[in-house]
T-cell receptor, first 113, second 113 residues
Framework: KQEVTQIPAALSVPEGENLVLNCSFTDSAIYNLQWFRQDPGKGLTSLLLIQSSQREQTSGRLNASLDKSSGRSTLYIAASQPGDSATYLCAPAGGTSYGKLTFGQGTILTVHP | DAGITQSPRHKVTETGTPVTLRCHQTENHRYMYWYRQDPGHGLRLIHYSYGVKDTDKGEVSDGYSVSRSKTEDFLLTLESATSSQTSVYFC????????????FGPGTRLTVL
């Protein structure tokens, strides 16, 4: 069974900092990995999908990397802003979950002015 | 935003009563999913559908049933609600594959007294 761990559980940074969120997973036989953000009381918003054959995927100030063999992904956020405050979730698809997403517990990010 | 609506958005019910949650999409996506989100457990897949009348179980399907009679609607039924089913329920959709980007609805907060 796929297990997903996100570190740190919570992070508080001043505006403007670059930061890295970490995700590790136990079953490396994945098809892809998705990163989501969730604002309080809201649904999830897809940020990036990185295929198992890719090493990196970029969208604006976000960059996701994937090291499938070691079971790790990172989400890099450049020049953080207060509007980036949210919970960030990673979800690998595949392995023993037969293509379905397995979610981590998330990293709660607070960016203060 | 993907056209996904959930109804009701909030519901309070009593133990032993039946409850049906509705997910409606306007994207004509093939796959639809029901998740529940609980503190300490994260998001877990309940059931999913890969086409009209085609459904399968997820990780936490006990006590739940689903139906999909039209592409746009996916219903989740709790036949006899229990307090352990108090949760926030999210519907999601993906286009051609379970490994495509998933788009989430706004969620339904269900409280079972």
């Amino acid at each position: 069974k796929q297990e997903v761990t996100q570190i740190p559980a919570a992070l508080s940074v001043p505006e403007g900092e670059n930061l890295v969120l970490n995700c590790s997973f136990t079953d490396s036989a994945i098809y892809n990995l998705q990163w989501f953000r969730q604002d309080p009381g809201k649904g999830l918003t897809s940020l990036l999908l990185i295929q198992s054959s890719q090493r990196e995927q970029t969208s604006g100030r976000l960059n996701a990397s994937l090291d499938k063999s070691s079971g790790r992904s990172t989400l890099y956020i450049a020049a953080s802003q207060p509007g980036d405050s949210a919970t960030y979730l990673c979800a690998p698809a595949g392995g023993t979950s037969y293509g379905k997403l397995t979610f981590g517990q998330g990293t709660i990010l607070t960016v203060h002015p | 935003d993907a056209g996904i609506t959930q109804s009701p958005r909030h519901k309070v019910t009593e133990t032993g009563t039946p409850v049906t949650l509705r997910c409606h999409q306007t994207e004509n996506h093939r796959y639809m999913y029901w998740y529940r989100q609980d503190p300490g457990h994260g998001l877990r897949l309940i059931h999913y559908s890969y086409g009209v009348k085609d459904t399968d179980k997820g990780e936490v399907s006990d006590g739940y049933s689903v139906s999909r009679s039209k592409t746009e609607d996916f219903l989740l039924t709790l036949e006899s609600a229990t307090s352990s089913q108090t949760s926030v329920y999210f519907c999601a959709i993906s286009d051609k594959s379970s490994t495509d980007t998933q788009y989430f609805g706004p969620g339904t907060r269900l409280t079972v007294l």
